[in-house]
């Protein structure tokens, strides 16, 4: 089933030097352009990162596959 909604995420990613963990990196995320963004988040592990958009990819997978 193929669908005309497109998904949009961005990444910013930077370094805060002095922290323990310096990664910073904020997403703005949305299952669909037409409607906007639908979060933001900001995350400082690589891992949790990395979960954020693997969600976010499997969440764009999940609408297609809806009646």
């Known amino acids: 089933m193929s669908s005309d909604r497109m998904g949009l ?28 963004f639908d979060r933001e988040v900001t995350l400082a592990e690589v891992s949790g990162i990395c ?10 997978l999940a609408a297609d596959q809806k009646p």
């Open 9 to 36: 995420l961005i990444v910013r990613a930077w370094l805060e030097h002095g922290s323990s963990k310096p990664l910073r990196g904020h997403m703005r995320l949305t299952g669909d352009i037409a409607n906007g």
């Open 51 to 60: 979960a954020e958009v693997e969600t976010w990819l499997l969440e764009i």
